[in-house]
C-alpha cells in the first residue's frame, strides 16, 4: 500500500509542474465548506444573508470625471440624465469580490485602464458592505447584490440603454454576482460577461443557477488564476483562460492563502487592456489536457486574451505562460 501511494504521488507530482512551493491551506478550505452551498435565488433560505439596498452603490466614472464617481440610483432618472453618463457610449460594469469595495484595486486599475483607450461609461458595482464580512456570509449576499444589479440593469434598460453595448466584469463573488444579473435579465442578453477567477469555495459545478455560468451573457469569458482553491477550475464561459495552468502563479511564491494567485486574474486583465504585448494563448484539445499536465500543447490555434476588443468566438479552453512580475505579458 506505502509503495503504492508513494508511487503515485511521484507521477502526478512529476506531471504538474505548479509553480508555488507549498499547497494552498486546506484547513481554511475545509472549515468553509461545512456550511451548506448557495443555492440560486429563487430557492435560496437565506441562513446568513442579509442586503440593504444602501448597501449597494453604482458608481459611474467617464473621462469628463475620471477620479470623482457621480452616484446613479435605481428608478432615479435624475440621477442618470443629470451625470455624465453618455448614451452614445458603451457601458463597462465592475463588480469587486470578497474583502473589496468600490475603491480597491480590481475596479479602479480596469477603470483606469478602460478610460486610457476609450471614451466610455464605467460602472463601479460596490457592494463593499456586504462583501467585507467572513466568507460564508459575504457568498450568502451575492445573490441579492446580483438581484439589485439586475435592478439597476433593468432601469438602464428603461432609460433606452442597449444590453448589446453592455460588458460586465466581475472578480471573485462579483464574478457571480455578474453572472446572476445577466441570468436574470429575462428577455434581453447581456453582451458580453467576464468572469475573473470566479469564486469556488460554496459554489458547486452542479447548481449553475447560484454561480457564473455560459448562459448569463451572449458571450461569457473566465480567466482562472487560483482554480481549484479560492475559484473554479472547472471551465464555465465559451472561453476559458488558464494562466500558467489556471491554478498556482508565479511570481506568487509561498501563497497559502491563494489571494496572490486569485488577484492576478484583475492584474492580467487591466494590463491586457492598455500594453502593446498580448498575452497570447494556446488552443487546449481538451480541459482534460489542461488539468492533468498542468500545460497544453495545444491545436495550433492561438487566441489573445483580455485586451480592449472582445474575441468573439473560438470558443474553448485556453492556456498560457506570463511573467512573474509586471509585465506580465509574455506577447
Ligand atoms: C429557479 O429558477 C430556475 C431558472 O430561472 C428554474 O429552472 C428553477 O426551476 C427555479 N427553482 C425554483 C425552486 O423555483
Ligand atoms: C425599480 O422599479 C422596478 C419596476 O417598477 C421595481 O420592480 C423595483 O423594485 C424598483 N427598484 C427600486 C430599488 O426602486
Ligand atoms: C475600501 O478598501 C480600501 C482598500 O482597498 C480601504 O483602504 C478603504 O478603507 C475601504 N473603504 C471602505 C469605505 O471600506
Ligand atoms: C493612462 O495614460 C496616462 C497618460 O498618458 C499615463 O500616465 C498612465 O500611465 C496610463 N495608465 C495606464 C493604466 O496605462
Ligand atoms: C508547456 O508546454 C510548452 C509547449 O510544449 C512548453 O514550451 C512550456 O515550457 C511548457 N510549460 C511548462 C510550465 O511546463
Not at 439586475?150 to 466584469?169: A, C, K, P, R, Y
Not at 489573445?304 to 476588443?309: N, Q, S
Amino acid at each position: 500500500m506505502i509503495p503504492l501511494l508513494f508511487a503515485l504521488c511521484t507521477v502526478v507530482s512529476a506531471a504538474v509542474k505548479w509553480d508555488a512551493p507549498a499547497p494552498y491551506d486546506p484547513v481554511w478550505l475545509a472549515s468553509v465548506q461545512t456550511y451548506p452551498p448557495v443555492t440560486a435565488a429563487n430557492e435560496t433560505r437565506f441562513f446568513f444573508g442579509w442586503v440593504y439596498e444602501t448597501d449597494v452603490e453604482f458608481k459611474l466614472y467617464t473621462r469628463r470625471n475620471p477620479f470623482e464617481f457621480q452616484m446613479l440610483r435605481i428608478n432615479d432618472s435624475a440621477s442618470l440624465h443629470d451625470s455624465n453618463f453618455d448614451f452614445n457610449n458603451k457601458v463597462k460594469v465592475l463588480a469587486h469580490g470578497w474583502l473589496n469595495n468600490g475603491s480597491g484595486p480590481m475596479p479602479m486599475s480596469l477603470k483606469e485602464a478602460y478610460l486610457n483607450v476609450s471614451d466610455l461609461n464605467i460602472v463601479v458595482v460596490d457592494w463593499g458592505a456586504a462583501a467585507n464580512v467572513n466568507y460564508i456570509m459575504a457568498s450568502y449576499n451575492v445573490a441579492s447584490v446580483g438581484r439589485l444589479l439586475t435592478q439597476f440593469l433593468n432601469f438602464l434598460i428603461w432609460e433606452g440603454v442597449s444590453m448589446s453595448d453592455v460588458h460586465l466584469i466581475g472578480h471573485s463573488l462579483g464574478a457571480h454576482v455578474v453572472g446572476i444579473a445577466g441570468a436574470n435579465l429575462k428577455r434581453t442578453a447581456i453582451d458580453t460577461i467576464t468572469g475573473l477567477d470566479p469564486a469556488l469555495p460554496l459554489f458547486t459545478v452542479g447548481n449553475k443557477d447560484a454561480r457564473l455560468d455560459k448562459h448569463d451573457a451572449s458571450h461569457v469569458e473566465v480567466i482562472h488564476t487560483c482554480g481549484g482553491y479560492l475559484g473554479f477550475m472547472a471551465p464555465l464561459g465559451h472561453i476559458d483562460f488558464y494562466p500558467n495552468g489556471g491554478t498556482r502563479q508565479p511570481g506568487c511564491g509561498y501563497d497559502i492563502r491563494g489571494l496572490c494567485a486569485h488577484n492576478r486574474a484583475h492584474m492580467y486583465l487591466a494590463e491586457s487592456i492598455t500594453s502593446s504585448v498580448p498575452f497570447t494563448a494556446v488552443r487546449c484539445q481538451s480541459f482534460n489536457e489542461l488539468y492533468y499536465t498542468g500545460n497544453c500543447t495545444g491545436t495550433g490555434e492561438t487566441l489573445i486574451m483580455g485586451g480592449f476588443d472582445i474575441h468573439y468566438g473560438k470558443d474553448g479552453i485556453y492556456y498560457l505562460e506570463t511573467n512573474d512580475q509586471k509585465p506580465y505579458a509574455l506577447g
